[in-house]
């Protein structure tokens, strides 16, 4: 009985990973198969859309093993039975033979050749796809021999086969299947599941309807990669798939989402019916039920050491510092870190130092294993350009010991270059410099040690030793090495032991300083990675886009109190940001997973910065933020022809003890002596009613709220819950479509805010300091800080109301003479605004409180354009009592202090 494909992968995914991570990858697999894959059941069966398409996505997270989930899920559909797999391997021919070898290793590997060919039909064949001159033309390299196919599917003998994200390459697959595969299905009439992984699907796979809208889809620059791929599987002239007989399901694969998931819902790859997030280990995070990390006991060695090591828990070991003004200077800080953190490593390894190691030949390769320590590696990224990459080269060269530019420029154009030696001088001659890097990298591994709780600090020798090594083995054996576009420049990094005339030698990049650009922002991993240099800036910079650019994410545990991030400053806050909000969207689909009873497709909300977009793959994106705002006013009134019970609730809140507001002599209004917290406010909020605005809890905006909710993981018993409380509709008419301002969205900001004085929530920024994530603040200064609202109520110049609900009060309520235009909205917004007011005299209407606690007001109600209060101030809800045609009505001002939680989702413009 033959092994089964997961059973066999498994046998090499073990090597590398732990019973608990193994456990886990599995589980995820198996999510992706049973919801995604054959979430609609066998092909055939009534489940699946009359266009016999279904389109998911999985998220990963940078540099964390997606390839594998990718594998993994090939196995186990391959097990259920899916008839073809074909995997999308990236735009770049290096990233499509990494594929490829990576599964002919790991996942084909079974028996004899003999024994292969009886298991599957592989197409194309790896042997010219791994070929050094590229192999042959798309059209001749995809090709599929009629009678293989044809015995393939007689014998349910899967089909798998791998494709470049290249539109001929595309056009190339999706030929030879009309011509050999889908005649055949119609001969064998019946049904044949296609499924179709695609890797990097962010990158090359997105179509933006709106963007291309007017067009010529013939003579204008539309995208062909999005439409080649759907085309493998589509109709040339249907909205369905190719054969009567084809099934197909699509799977994105990204640790970048955001493009794919803001796709308009028509588009063919819009992930319509299945999200699904990978989870990645850590030290803390449960199996059951799904968090976005899993506690994996073998220590930090095996932890995923993303946004939460670099940004968060290894702040105190300084794992990120900020350049100085000079790159000059940064750069030579860089690789001195670099190299003494390489020297670190040679002491602390038991083979060979690295010079050493280069020059050695071995008889085995369990022999070279056993004597040569991995790789250990430097990234430099100056900017996108070509000819930027080659300037630092040659600055590098230059302060290292090329005696001028000319020089450096020479040893460049050689197919080896190495820093010169004679830097050995400079650890000699600026010992102080070179020595400073061996002190902050003891003091990193005691922060380590603490922030993750070692047995014990990880080891770093004397100086004299590391000097030693320093000088004799690391800097003479580093190699320079450029990857770009440029045909000057290397192919790709190599990191795998060489074998020649029968004998073993060590990696081409056993220790190498990459410098490059975007060819080194997906995909690719650089091997012993611990020191980057990131100078690279942008005006306009788009999350997705910039994360993919994070290779220092991964598994660095083992040597991560040697690794070190230099940035600019404001790119360091950018990356902060970026990771804050990728978690909170993570934990959306986490928690729309751990939803069992839900069978919609979850569909996270993808969030903006106030400094940086998305994406910029999507365009006319809106950026809305969650915070209503410093004086949001919800000018919506009742007609008051009927019983207006808004009118109502004023007298029930006014209840209470309360004063008049009285200035110079003139009566303003009335405000209550009890404050308000924010839930009461919300409440509040909540129980105001309208006669023309019911919106109901079925629309972008509730079931926006209805995401950050379950992404916080309340108790379903809190009584917070919901968040957004809109009133319903009457049953079988429409919900009205949200305002803005809107008072349910502002209930739900506010019982929001109150949630987030617990806990440290990602994806949001504080509003006093929009730098500061939320996760890191000082949650003992923010509940300190946390508003507690006035309530007042601004009289007019009408006559007093004297029936009704108001009439019932105390108090006598002469109202406003506002206008109310036709759709019932008070024209304007906060009025009596006074632009000089004398000493003592009325501060404004958004000042109203400040007469009643005697403080001085924050800002002048005319003139200044800040209009916020600071944090720690309170906040005021005034009624505005207005003097309607039929009747007196009500609309409501708020004045909200800085300090709550913010967010700014992004929503595509309709």
Not at 201 to 222: F, R, T
Not at 466 to 476: H, S
Not at 520 to 539: A, D, I, V, W, Y
Not at 727 to 743: N, R, W
Request: aromatic letters at 8%; a negative charge; charged letters at 25%.
């Amino acid at each position: 009985m033959p092994v089964g494909w997961w059973e066999n992968y498994t046998t090499r995914l073990r090597a590398g990973v732990t019973d608990t991570a193994l456990s886990v990858v599995e589980k995820d697999c198996r999510y992706v198969v049973d919801k995604g894959v054959l979430g609609a059941g066998a092909p055939g069966g009534p489940g699946w859309p009359t266009s016999r398409v279904r389109a998911g996505l999985v998220i990963g997270a940078v540099q964390s093993g997606k390839t594998a989930s990718m594998f993994g899920v090939t196995a186990q559909a391959l097990d259920a039975g899916v008839d073809m797999v074909l995997i999308l391997a990236g735009t770049r021919l290096a990233l499509w033979r990494q594929t490829v070898e990576r599964f002919v290793r790991q996942v084909d590997f079974e028996g004899s050749a003999f024994r292969l060919k009886k298991r599957r039909l592989l197409f194309p064949d790896p042997g010219f796809m791994l070929s050094s001159s590229g192999g042959l033309p798309p059209s001749d390299l995809y090709s599929l021999v009629p009678s293989d196919v044809e015995r393939a599917i007689d014998n349910n003998r899967p089909i798998v086969a791998f494709a470049m994200k290249h539109p001929d390459h595309l056009r190339a697959v999706s030929r030879q299947l009309r011509e050999t595969l889908f005649p055949l299905l119609e001969v064998r009439d019946k049904p044949f599941h296609l499924v179709v992984l695609d890797d990097e699907a962010d990158d090359g796979s997105i179509l933006d309807a709106v963007a291309e809208q007017g067009i010529d889809p013939v003579m204008g620059q539309v995208k062909q990669t999005p439409r080649s791929i759907a085309g493998i599987w589509q109709h040339l002239t249907e909205s369905e798939t190719a054969s009567k007989h084809l099934y197909a399901t699509y799977v994105a694969y990204t640790a970048t989402p955001q493009a794919n998931l803001l796709q308009e819902n028509h588009n063919p790859l819009a992930p319509r019916h299945f999200v699904a997030c990978l989870r990645t280990p850590f030290d803390e995070g449960e199996i059951s039920p799904r968090q976005t990390t899993f506690r994996e006991p073998s220590g930090l060695h095996r932890y995923y050491t993303g946004g939460a090591v670099f940004y968060e828990r290894g702040e105190s070991a300084d794992l990120c510092r900020t350049t100085p003004d000079d790159p000059d200077e940064a750069l030579r800080s860089a690789v001195r870190a670099y190299l003494v953190a390489g020297a670190i490593r040679n002491a602390r390894a038991a083979g060979l130092g690295t010079l050493d190691a280069r020059a050695a030949t071995f008889e085995s390769l369990d022999d070279l294993r056993a004597a040569v320590h991995g790789p250990h590696t430097m990234l430099i990224h100056p900017s996108g350009l070509v000819s930027d990459h080659f300037a630092t080269a040659t600055d590098l060269l230059a302060w290292a010991g090329a005696t001028d530019g000319a020089t450096a420029r020479k040893m460049l154009e050689e197919d080896d270059t190495f820093l010169p030696a004679s830097l050995g001088e400079d650890v000699l001659q600026n010992e102080s410099e070179w020595q400073e890097w061996h002190v902050a990298y003891t003091e990193a591994a005691g922060a380590i040690k603490s922030e993750f709780d070692l047995v014990a600090t990880p080891q770093v020798p004397a100086w004299d030793t590391v000097r030693e090594l320093l000088i004799e083995q690391v800097i003479p054996a580093v190699r320079l090495a450029i990857i770009n576009s440029d045909e000057r420049a290397d192919d790709r990094p190599e990191f795998d032991p060489t074998q020649s005339e029968g004998a073993w030698q060590a990696p081409r990049d056993l220790a190498t300083i990459f410098i490059s650009g975007n060819v080194m922002s997906r995909g690719l991993t650089l091997e012993g990675l611990t020191t980057t240099l990131f100078l690279r800036r942008s005006n306009s910079p788009f999350a997705d886009t910039q994360m993919q650019m994070q290779r220092w994410f991964g598994y660095r545990g083992r040597d991560l109190e040697l690794c070190k991030v230099f940035l600019p400053s404001e790119q360091l806050s950018l990356f902060r940001q970026y990771h804050s909000t990728d978690e909170a969207m993570r934990r959306m689909v986490i928690a729309a997973m751990n939803n069992a009873s839900s069978d919609r497709a979850p569909l996270p909300t993808v969030l903006h910065g106030r400094d940086f977009l998305a994406t910029g793959k999507i365009a006319k994106l809106s950026q809305v933020p969650l915070s209503p705002g410093p004086l949001p006013m919800i000018a919506l009134t009742n007609d008051g022809c009927t019983d207006d019970p808004n009118l109502g609730l004023l007298t029930k809140t006014f209840e209470g003890a309360s004063d008049d507001v009285i200035v110079q002599g003139r009566l303003r209004g009335r405000v209550l002596a009890e404050q308000f917290d924010l839930e009461q406010v919300a409440d509040l909020l909540d129980d105001l009613r309208y006669e023309t605005y019911r919106p109901g809890r079925s629309h972008a905006t509730a079931e926006h709220w209805e995401k950050l909710q379950a992404s916080l993981e309340f108790d379903s018993s809190d009584p917070l819950l919901p968040l957004y409380r809109a009133p319903k509709p009457p049953d079988g008419t429409a919900h009205d479509a949200p305002l803005a301002p809107c008072p349910y969205g502002i209930a739900a900001y506010l019982r929001l805010w109150s949630a987030l004085l617990s806990r440290r929530a990602p994806g949001f920024v504080a509003t006093d300091d929009p730098d500061l994530l939320w996760s890191m603040a000082d949650l003992q200064v923010k509940n300190a800080h946390q508003p507690r609202f006035h309530v007042g109520i601004r009289y007019g110049g009408a006559h007093p109301v004297t029936t009704g609900p108001l009439g019932e009060l105390p108090f006598s309520i002469r109202p406003m003479n506002r206008s109310i235009d036709d759709d019932r909205f008070m024209r304007g917004s906060w009025g009596s605004r006074n632009e000089s007011p004398s000493p003592g005299g009325y501060l404004g209407d958004e000042l109203f409180d400040y007469h009643v606690s005697g403080r001085t007001p924050p800002y002048k109600a005319v003139g200044d354009t800040d209009r916020w209060r600071p944090p720690g101030s309170d906040g005021l809800v005034l009624f505005h009592v207005l003097e309607g045609t039929a009747g007196p009505t009500l609309a409501v001002g708020l004045a909200i202090p800085r300090g709550g939680p913010d967010q700014i989702p992004a929503l595509l413009n309709t």
